[in-house]
């Protein structure tokens, strides 16, 4: 989890943009670099108290309660300094804590408030306590039991990722846990409508998980990592997972409306996605890393491309962007180094997120609406070089001739993906084209790589 470095204490501010790999996903964070001076670990927490375990634990004020905090710099991923002593064996967490006289009831436990404290082997959590945040007891990797009272309600994501707890966790209508050891099919209780961002992280050994189709909601990466995978993970709305070990073509149901964060990362297999109509969102990362895609159909009834939804797709040649995309998000095409065309049929240039287009080639070629050349050039003139206007079909492809001067001899034509368009006999033309690039093969000669545009008529 990537967190915003937001320091405003200089005059002299920079943007940088930098890329980290966490969990084995690949993201980038914005942060302004700034002059700042140095702090103490206890700028990150309001005080400290001796709980009844004898364990020193932090705390700061929200509201009139307090919430159990790390003591330092989350920004930084630096939650326990050096120095300070982390909790050890049976921790328990008071109700209430007093602090300058005063007693607060302590109601959450803060994100990343335990991450990484290795020494804890299960944890009391006391009944006034509503909420426990992201990555809360993240790789406590000795933590072997917690006592969850009935009155938390909500939890973040990752929150009992990298524990050694046994059993599945599920409270009410969420799952926040699947332990690591779990093997074979799992199916998820019929009541459960949100799974917590992580919780099947890196259970290898299951081979499939049954999704009821009262789950509405699925957290970031609540599959990630589950290299077992057999059979694709999805309900009669939501695509949850496709098989790491997946290759070839692959067409979403119908009827699915939404396309889950890292919901085919990594399958690096996958050649082709076609996505139905039906499908209204994708989640972030939905096809990052897929380093073998070579098509994509996307829904005409998708608004937003999502911030990494491409990134590292390094084979995909050519997209078409639908009508009702109004926004771009930050990294979406990162890294397509084989990007030859970008087709935008939205009349209104999208908005762009940072770095959404990076390390697209400069050579590839962007295709806009009739009539919005201009508002193009202007919204998009600084990540693209070469831009045209698409004014429907225009004439095909003449023939080559082949250089031997053979007569009988045929030419067949490709799109950007490999796929077979036409064939014709030399001295044929093809029937009108898209405008687009083309592969064109004469007899056994190399194919020819030909772009197709109006402006050439």
Same mark, same amino acid.
């Given at each position: 989890?990537?967190? +915003? +470095? ?6 002299? %501010? ?11 996903? @690949? %993201? ?30 932090? $705390? ?19 939650? @326990?300094?050096?120095?300070? *002593? ?5 921790? %328990? ?18 994100? #990343? /408030? ?23 007891? $993240? ?42 050891? *779990? ?48 059979? =694709? ?12 070990? #997946? ?27 076609? +996505? ?79 770095? /959404? ?22 919204? @998009? ?11 429907? =079909? ?7 001739? =082949? ?16 796929? @077979? ?37």
């Amino acid at each position: 989890m990537i967190k +915003m +470095m937001m320091l405003l204490l200089m005059a002299t %501010v920079a943007l940088t943009v930098i890329m980290i790999k966490k969990m084995n996903c @690949w %993201v980038f964070a914005a942060i302004l670099i700034c002059g700042v001076t140095s702090v103490k670990a206890q700028d990150f927490y309001d005080f400290s108290a001796v709980s009844s375990s004898g364990d020193t634990l932090y $705390y700061y004020l929200d509201e009139g309660v307090a919430v159990v905090t790390c003591p330092g710099d989350i920004d930084k991923d630096d939650y @326990w300094p050096e120095g300070i *002593a982390q909790p050890q064996g049976a921790m %328990v967490i008071d109700g209430t804590v007093t602090y300058n006289d005063a007693t607060y009831t302590v109601a959450r436990i803060g994100a #990343y /408030a335990f991450c990484g404290c290795s020494s804890i082997t299960s944890v009391t959590i006391p009944g006034s306590v509503t909420g426990i945040m992201g990555y809360a007891f $993240y790789n406590c990797r000795n933590m072997a039991s917690v006592d969850i009272p009935a009155s938390v309600a909500d939890f973040g994501d990752y929150v009992f990722t990298g524990t050694a707890l046994p059993d599945p966790i599920y409270k009410d209508s969420v799952f926040v846990y699947m332990p690591v050891t *779990a093997t074979g099919v799992y199916t998820i209780p019929d009541q459960i409508t949100n799974i917590c961002g992580g919780a099947f992280y890196r259970c290898a050994n299951l081979t499939h998980v049954v999704l009821p189709n009262s789950v509405t909601s699925i957290g970031s990466g609540a599959f990630l990592d589950c290299d077992g995978l057999t059979q =694709p993970i999805y309900n009669n709305t939501l695509f949850a997972r496709l098989p790491l070990a #997946y290759s070839g073509s692959y067409t979403i149901p119908d009827g699915i409306t939404t396309v889950c964060a890292s919901s085919f990362t990594y399958t690096s297999g996958l050649t082709e996605l076609i +996505m139905p109509n039906s499908v209204t969102s994708m989640g972030n990362g939905a096809l990052g890393s897929c380093t073998s895609l070579m098509s994509v159909t996307l829904s005409d009834a998708l608004t937003e491309i999502p911030g990494f939804a491409f990134m590292r797709c390094t084979a995909l040649p050519t997209i078409t962007l639908p009508a009702g995309i109004t926004s771009i998000g930050t990294a979406a095409f990162f890294n397509c180094t084989a990007m030859d065309s970008i087709v935008v049929k939205s009349t209104t240039p999208p908005s762009v997120g940072m770095s /959404a287009f990076r390390n697209v080639p400069d050579s590839c070629l962007l295709v806009v609406p009739s009539g919005t050349l201009g508002a193009y050039t202007e919204a @998009w003139g600084t990540y693209f070089s070469r831009i045209i206007e698409d004014r429907g =079909p225009v004439d095909g492809i003449d023939d080559l001739a =082949p250089e031997d001067g053979s007569t009988e001899i045929s030419t067949i034509v490709y799109d950007m993906s490999g796929r @077979w368009v036409v064939s014709l006999q030399t001295g044929g033309k093809t029937p009108a084209l898209p405008n687009g690039i083309y592969l064109v093969r004469i007899g056994n000669q190399t194919a020819r790589k030909v772009v197709v545009q109006a402006d050439k008529r």
